[in-house]
Every structure is written in structure tokens, then in C-alpha cells.
């Protein structure tokens, strides 16, 4: 009991080959294979090669597990940059930054990975709505939530124009992504090369510093 509290108090990454890691790898593989309502947590024992009694000394419900599988998976989709310790003094840097954030976007919902998550969350939506409800909070609103708090920075600097933040955000967002999840979660189309995905990015940094010029006398 105290190895499962260490390990859930640490928080090892999936897949590192602790025994969390392990379950949580086995867990994703297995509803995946099975759905959530059908996957066994027997199953997910054995192949995670632990007991019954110490998965659940790591996770009190197999919801738990699928929650903790999705909420590290979908944090592939949270760009890197650390934006909240930069603060964006120019309209050169904010343009860069824009641009570096867009292609990290664009390359977590590209990964196989965060599209099985989807798959998955939406396959279960009808049962278990709470599942989506997770996975938007630790994607989509996470980001949403940290770029609207740099672009106020930004406004406060003088280098984007007057608007609100949140919409400013919600606006770069959508005009980066447009339907491409939605296409890459049908399979109608290939991820976006790097080229595309440096070009999506660029088109919505230019879209937004266009729309929301610095006032007269910024930068």
C-alpha cells in the first residue's frame, strides 16, 4: 500500500515503466481495444504484470485510470512554451511566439495518440459523458485559457490591439485548426506535414495581429 501511495503521490508519466506507468499503458491499450464499458480491470492487471489488489491501490475505479489516461495524453495537446513566464515587448516576439505556439498545437492534435483519445472519448460519450468533459478541460480549454492570458499580457505592452483576450484566442485557434481534427479523426486526410503545419501556423499569426492592430504609437 505505501509503494501505491509513493506512486501516486509522484506522478510518473505513462508508460515509464513504474508500476502506475504500466497500468496506465495497459489500461489505454485495453479500452482502446474493448471501450470502457466492456474493458476488464483483471485484463488491465495482467498485462501491466500487477495484482488486482495494488491497481487498486493506484486507482480506486477504472474510471480513475481512464481519466488519468486521458488527462496525460491530451497534455500532448497543451502547447510547451511556458507562457506565462514570457512576456511578449514587441510585435516581432509576439509574432514568433504565435507562430511557435500554433505549430505545437497543431502537432499534438496531429499525434496518433491524441486522436485515439478522441476516438475513445467519443465512442464512450453516451455512457460516460464525463470522459469528454475531461479531455476538453485538459486540451482544448487549457490552451484556450493560457494563450487568452498572454494576449492580455501582450495588451498591456501595447503590441496587439484592444479586444477581448478570450476571443482573441478562441479566433487564433479556430482560423489555426479549422476542420483539420475533425478530418483526422474521420481518417479522410493525412496529418499535415511540417511544412503545413509552419504554414497554418504563420497564416493564423497573421490573421490575428491583422485584426487586432496595436493601437497608434506601439510597437
Not at 137 to 160: D, F, M, P, S, T
Not at 183 to 198: F, G, S
Amino acid at each position: 500500500m505505501t509503494r501505491g501511495r509513493r506512486a501516486r503521490t509522484a506522478r510518473p508519466p505513462l508508460g515509464d515503466g513504474s508500476p502506475r506507468g504500466r497500468v496506465l499503458q495497459a489500461a489505454f491499450a485495453v479500452f482502446r481495444e474493448h471501450g470502457f464499458t466492456d474493458a476488464s480491470t483483471l485484463e488491465i492487471a495482467t498485462r501491466a504484470q500487477v495484482s488486482k489488489r495494488d491497481l487498486y491501490a493506484l486507482f480506486d475505479s477504472k474510471q480513475a485510470m481512464l481519466a488519468a489516461c486521458i488527462t496525460e495524453r491530451a497534455g500532448r495537446m497543451r502547447q510547451p512554451l511556458n507562457l506565462a513566464s514570457q512576456v511578449p515587448e514587441s510585435r516581432d516576439a509576439l509574432e514568433a511566439t504565435l507562430v511557435q505556439f500554433g505549430k505545437s498545437v497543431l502537432r499534438g492534435l496531429s499525434d496518433p495518440n491524441v486522436l485515439a483519445v478522441y476516438r475513445l472519448a467519443i465512442a464512450e460519450s453516451a455512457l460516460a459523458p464525463a470522459i469528454a468533459r475531461i479531455l476538453d478541460k485538459a486540451g482544448r480549454e487549457a490552451n484556450h485559457l493560457a494563450l487568452g492570458a498572454w494576449l492580455a499580457k501582450a495588451q498591456a505592452h501595447g503590441v496587439i490591439g484592444a479586444g477581448n483576450p478570450a476571443a482573441m484566442a478562441a479566433y487564433f485557434l479556430a482560423t489555426l485548426g479549422g476542420t483539420l481534427l475533425i478530418q483526422l479523426l474521420l481518417r479522410v486526410r493525412k496529418a499535415p506535414t511540417a511544412d503545413e503545419i509552419d504554414s497554418r501556423a504563420r497564416a493564423a499569426s497573421e490573421a490575428l495581429t491583422l485584426l487586432y492592430p496595436p493601437p497608434r504609437g506601439g510597437d
